[in-house]
Antibody
């Protein structure tokens, strides 16, 4: 069965960087795009960006341009999302989520990783 | 402010039906049949309930249905059950940037 297993919760100071991992299993890793979506406490879902695990190409939301980097390791079927210059407003649960290309649908989500930014 | 507009809350009694709307533009909801709906219980990841406007993934109850008219998509839940109480989010592909947008979410309360 499809599983997306994310790394554990992180606590970071303002100005630091965080790198969240998402290990995929149960399907062909390079055949599905991967999105990153975040959710601030009590708020809605916010799209951050997408990576094509096959070639590594990425597209980021303008809001995060220059601060976010998405990468992948095909040998371990893992995608990574690194966010730098953290501020308190970046406190959120970060999700990786798989896209089924033929239906352009985000169909499976990771369990989420809470990133807390606090001095 | 979210790109897609949803009501903040809806409520219904067990057994009743409710409908949640999701309004966008011709660049997203109105232009493509790539509208999805997600259910999210507190502390849990979103779960896909409807894709491509009206299709249900395997395992999702047929009490959930989706439709679209113009720039507005809708999710209808019939025969409300206590376990349906959750937040619901719509999402759409969009031709502009960013390529995916979400609604602000609707909190469903089962009275």
């Amino acid at each position: 069965q499809v599983q997306l297993v994310q790394s554990g919760a992180e606590v970071k100071k303002p100005g630091a960087s965080v790198k969240v991992s998402c290990k995929a299993s149960g399907y062909t890793f390079t055949s599905y795009y991967m999105h990153w979506v975040r959710q601030a406490p009590g708020q809605g879902l916010e799209w951050m960006g997408i990576i094509n695990p096959s070639g590594g190409s990425t597209s980021y939301a303008q809001k995060f341009q220059g601060r976010v980097t998405m990468t992948r390791d095909t040998s371990t079927s893992t995608v990574y999302m690194e966010l730098s210059s953290l501020r308190s407003e970046d406190t959120a649960v970060y999700y990786c989520a798989r896209e089924e290309m033929t239906t352009v649908t985000i169909d499976y989500w990771g369990q989420g990783t809470l990133v807390t930014v606090s001095s | 402010q979210s790109a897609l507009t949803q009501p903040a809350s809806v409520s219904g009694s067990p057994g009743q039906s409710i409908t949640i709307s999701c309004t966008g533009t011709s660049s997203d909801v109105g232009g493509y049949n790539y509208v999805s709906w997600y259910q999210q219980h507190p502390g849990k990841a979103p779960k896909l309930m409807i894709y491509e406007v009206s299709n249900r993934p395997s395992g999702v109850s047929n009490r959930f249905s989706g439709s679209k008219s113009g720039n507005t998509a809708s999710l209808t839940i019939s025969g409300l059950q206590a376990e349906d109480e959750a937040d619901y989010y719509c999402s759409s592909y969009t031709s502009s940037s960013p390529p995916r947008v979400f609604g602000g979410g609707t909190k469903l309360t089962v009275l």
